[in-house]
T-cell receptor, first 116, second 110 residues
Framework: DTEVTQTPKHLVMGMTNKKSLKCEQH?????MYWYKQKAKKPPELMFV???????INESVPSRFSPECPNSSLLNLHLHALQPEDSALYLC???????????????FGEGSRLTVL | QKEVEQDPGPLSVPEGAIVSLNCTYS??????FMWYRQYSRKGPELLMY????GNKEDGRFTAQVDKSSKYISLFIRDSQPSDSATYLC??????????FGSGTQLTVLP
């Protein structure tokens, strides 16, 4: 069983809705990530948090707003999305050791988002 | 040219076969190399992790990194139907920003 838990597993929203995706890990990892994955494509990095601070934003549109309330939780707030934003949104976490990330990403099962 | 190239397959093999999956890359700064397995509609699962170069074995799985050729491989021995999945290579110079291959879809036929 994955130790990274994502909710909801499925989400359908209209373009005017506001919703949030949630991620939780209890492995003591201090780096957390959001990835977006379209069908039959590899995951694409969106955001990286390190010690609860945003360290990487891969030029993601502002309609996606990440938040890291504490070392175990990561949220992705969604507002005014477009149908092309429909995808599997994956949360991941990894350790940080000696100031560097270990690279061993542990993924959740994802939240499948459909934007109508 | 993509930074990471991976044959998308699909690849079908009979049960018990040895499977060889490969990725090539162009960035000589890459030093973190990983293989992930992803079942349909699930998140990727880390299979093998290598820092820098060399071989690593874990049960039926062997990962090889050849930095001189910029080539990494994953071998699966005695393949099982439960190995049917998409296999993604991932690598990077910084562990924060990994580049994933496009994935190889594998089917192991009973």
């Amino acid at each position: 069983d994955t130790e990274v838990t994502q909710t909801p597993k499925h989400l359908v929203m209209g373009m005017t809705n506001k919703k949030s995706l949630k991620c939780e890990q209890h492995m003591g990892h201090r780096a957390m990530y959001w990835y977006k994955q379209k069908a039959k494509k590899p995951p694409e990095l969106m955001f990286v948090y390190s010690y609860e601070k945003l360290s990487i934003n891969e030029s993601v549109p502002s309609r996606f707003s990440p938040e890291c309330p504490n070392s175990s939780l990561l949220n992705l707030h969604l507002h005014a999305l477009q149908p092309e934003d429909s995808a599997l949104y994956l949360c991941a976490s990894s350790q940080v050791a000696r100031g560097d990330y270990t690279g061993e990403l542990f993924f959740g099962e994802g939240s499948r988002l459909t934007v109508l | 040219q993509k930074e990471v190239e991976q044959d998308p397959g699909p690849l079908s093999v009979p049960e018990g076969a040895i499977v060889s999956l490969n990725c090539t890359y162009s960035n000589s700064a890459f030093q973190y190399f990983m293989w992930y397995r992803q079942y349909s509609r699930k998140g990727p699962e880390l299979l093998m992790y290598t820092y820098s170069s060399g071989n690593k074995e874990d049960g039926r799985f062997t990962a090889q990194v050849d930095k001189s050729s910029k080539y990494i491989s994953l071998f699966i021995r005695d393949s099982q139907p439960s190995d049917s999945a998409t296999y993604l290579c991932a690598m990077g110079g910084s562990a924060r920003q990994l580049t994933f291959g496009s994935g190889t879809q594998l089917t192991v036929l009973p």
